[in-house]
């Protein structure tokens, strides 16, 4: 099979994978080839509006396992290959020297056993970064049953370690990836938090420790195939920030794939705008200090469609607000709708040269259009005075409208406080979804 | 405003200057020493026909430098290197805007870059992230071809921040010799054998491309094309996030035109 075919069949198993930042790691360059940038760097932006940072392949997409929703699983008809080490590298490298990519991010199938699949995944990091002296960014992915060792030897390569989530629970596990348990994945990820604590130790104490996971780990699941509210979701987020040290939790709305009567069925639309308030509230947690208890709860376990999730807070906590631009805490003025740490950051730099009115807060980046509802400014001393449903519709999610109904019927029956929201089926279309929505959310408030 | 006296007063008068940095910092001398805030600033190649008097600043090394030591004494040095970044940023009437910004910062001091809700504040600061934005963008959407082991690439940017792409490439290419051609600002960083400069460059001729240089161009479109995933295609936020006038100098983008 000639370069151009293993390409294609390689790339194409790989994208459904969510994660693709080059963020995290910094090393300057200067000897060998290549160097790393803090904040990342897109290199160019693919039909489906997503960055495209790092060759993003699989080594093999042969694979002796039968994971329901992979394309890749045992039992799936497609053509296999695998790439040899030395191809994979020089294919890195001559990309890499044009600027096509930030580095590599490596995933696979599992050949034969998952030590055999690490140990060629080794080599190949091996010959980048010592035949080749490459120093830019490399993501690779742990595969779950390897033993320890390689994970360690793995982390010494790269400068971030994956080991995917897969699904939000063991009970979906169980069903669709049986091959794979919770404690099979969780321990791995405990090992690579355990290296990077003590690669920070080691790193105090001796100089020239090699460095672990450089930019820490990452991990990804599955959204929407499997019956997991999205409060669930963000507490298990939470949790794997909190215990796991991870850097990043991505999500991945669920392509079906394949016909499976335990799957959603194939002409199923991918919960884009779900996987979009995860997101955001993913930002919040890691930004923002909000807590998962905050954004979502029990009572109310699904995202609201129609507002963004700091929104949806904001006007369930109305008692909180108006605050005074000009003396509140850089925390509060990053609860306020419209407020972004960065223009939270100006506020509290601009106001020590002047009181603040509203064109100042414009200047500075603020968006009036949602912020004006809960400040108070120099030029308005009283703070805003309009009725409910005037906030509530200034800040529908532009999105929702962008998304159509389609996307917002993908959403549980339940809107904020468990009460019902218009559902797509008896609206005709998205702006009068949101614009009932608006009066129902406000006459509940 | 503070009390201050204003250091000069709006004139009905237009500057004409050279275009170097050097000239704009005497029209800056001029300004305080006449006490007259020009309508406007032009360059020979940016003037626009005006019923108002037009007086000519010739540059004057002296006087250069005396403004340029004065910036970071009287203001701060991040003032000085805002005012050098902005200078070669793409905004309107970018002499006025950094004229305005500095007779406030005489006034103000150091505090001046905090006042970020300022109206002669505001437009440099964002003319600043507006370069820093597309200089980041740059770094990713560069495109170099091989041409007989040397990497050539071009650009058309907006802003002229072949300056600030320097640091970033050499050092992530310091074994290879590169250069990257400004198309719009007619200028090339060179860095080869070690060494990096910057110099006036007309018009390019590239060489016809190799047979393994084709190959890696096909690859690269064979894989840009399959990592994207149809069921989330979205042409309206590909162009959000890499805007068409881009497009023209990319690898895997420029057929799509
Ligand atoms: S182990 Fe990975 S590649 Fe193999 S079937 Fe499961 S998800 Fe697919």
Redesign the interface.
């Known amino acids: 099979m000639d370069m151009m075919q293993k390409l294609t069949i390689l790339a194409d198993s790989a994208k459904y994978d969510a994660a693709c930042t080059s963020s995290g790691g910094d090393r300057a360059g200067g000897v060998g080839l290549g160097s790393t940038l803090a904040p990342g760097c897109c290199h160019t932006f693919s039909a489906d509006g997503r960055c495209v940072s790092l060759l993003k392949v699989l080594m093999t997409n042969d694979c002796i396992y039968d994971c329901k929703y992979c394309v890749n699983r045992r039992s799936s008809e497609v053509p296999r290959t695998t790439f040899t080490p030395e191809e994979l590298a020089e294919l890195t490298i001559q990309f890499y020297r044009r600027n096509y990519i930030e580095g590599l991010f490596l995933s696979s199938g599992v050949l034969q056993t998952p030590d055999y699949t690490m140990e060629r995944m080794i080599e190949v990091l091996e010959l980048l970064r010592y035949r080749h002296n490459f120093w830019g960014y490399i993501h690779a992915k742990t595969i779950p049953g390897s033993s320890p060792e390689l994970v360690h030897r793995l982390g010494l390569l790269a400068d971030r370690l994956s080991v995917n989530i897969e699904l939000p629970s063991e009970d979906s596990l169980k069903q669709l990836a049986p091959s794979k348990t919770r404690q099979a994945i969780l321990k791995p990820m405990g090992l690579i938090a355990g290296g990077l604590q003590q690669n920070k130790q080691e790193l105090a104490l001796y100089r020239n420790t090699p460095k672990f996971a450089v930019a820490g780990q990452a991990t990804q699941m599955i959204i929407g195939a499997t019956p997991e509210t999205d409060f669930h979701i963000i507490r298990l987020a939470q949790g794997l920030y909190n215990r796991y040290e991870l850097k990043r939790v991505f999500y991945s709305a669920y392509i079906p794939v394949v016909e499976d009567t335990l799957l959603p069925s194939v002409d199923t639309k991918p919960p884009l705008l779900r996987e979009h308030r995860l997101y955001q509230a993913d930002f919040l947690m890691r930004q923002y200090h909000f807590n998962a208890d905050e954004i979502l709860s029990e009572e109310t376990p699904n995202f609201n469609p129609y507002l963004d999730p700091k929104c949806n807070w904001a006007i369930h906590n109305m008692h909180r607000f108006p605050v005074d631009v000009n003396r509140a805490s850089q925390a509060e003025l990053l609860r306020v709708p419209g407020v972004g740490p960065k223009s939270a950051q100006r506020i509290v730099a601009a106001r020590r040269t002047g009181r603040l009115g509203m064109a100042e807060l414009k200047r500075i980046g603020v968006v009036l259009k949602r912020a004006q509802y809960f400040i108070i400014t120099a030029d308005n001393p009283t703070g805003p005075k309009v009725g409910k449903e005037t906030t509530i519709r200034a800040l529908i999610d532009p999105k929702v409208y962008a998304a159509g109904v389609e996307q917002l019927s993908l959403f549980g029956p339940q809107g904020p406080g468990g009460l019902a929201l218009p559902q797509a089926q008896d609206v005709k279309n998205a702006t009068e979804a949101a614009e009932e929505a608006v009066l129902c959310m406000a006459s509940n408030l | 405003m503070h009390g201050k006296q204003p250091l000069a007063q709006p004139a009905n008068v237009v500057f004409l200057y050279d275009g170097s940095f050097e000239g704009f910092l005497c029209c800056v001398y001029h300004t305080v020493y006449s006490r007259q805030i020009p309508l406007a600033i032009y360059t020979p190649e940016n003037t626009q026909p005006t019923l108002f008097e037009e007086r000519s600043i010739t540059t004057d090394s002296a006087q250069a430098q005396k403004v340029r030591a004065s910036i970071p004494a009287k203001i701060s040095p991040a003032a000085l290197e805002m005012v050098e970044t902005v200078f070669l940023s793409c905004l309107a009437e970018k002499e006025l805007a950094l004229l305005k910004f500095l007779l406030l910062g005489y006034q103000?001091g150091s505090?001046i870059l905090?006042?970020?809700?300022?109206?002669d504040v505001?437009p440099v600061l964002k003319a600043e992230q507006h370069l820093q934005g597309e200089r980041?963008l740059l770094?990713?959407?560069?495109?170099?071809?091989?041409y007989g082991g040397v990497?050539a690439?071009t650009i058309t940017p907006k802003n002229f921040i072949l300056p600030f792409l320097a640091s970033?490439f050499t050092?992530?290419?310091?074994?290879?010799d590169f250069l990257i051609y400004d198309k719009t600002h007619k200028a090339a960083l060179i860095y080869q054998n070690g060494q990096t400069r910057l110099a006036p460059l007309e018009e390019i001729e590239f060489p016809d491309v190799s047979e393994t240089e084709t190959e890696?161009r096909?690859?690269?479109k064979?894989?840009?094309?399959?990592?994207?995933?149809?069921?989330?295609?979205?042409?309206?936020?590909?162009i959000?996030?890499?805007p068409k006038r881009y497009w023209q100098n990319?690898?895997?983008?420029a057929e799509l035109l």
């Open positions: 103000q505090k905090h006042m970020l809700g300022h109206p505001a980041h770094l990713g959407f560069v495109r170099f071809s091989d990497l690439a970033h050092a992530r290419f310091s074994q290879e890696y096909k690859l690269w064979q894989f840009y094309h399959t990592i994207a995933i149809e069921a989330r295609y979205n042409p309206k936020c590909r959000t996030h890499i990319m690898t895997e983008l």
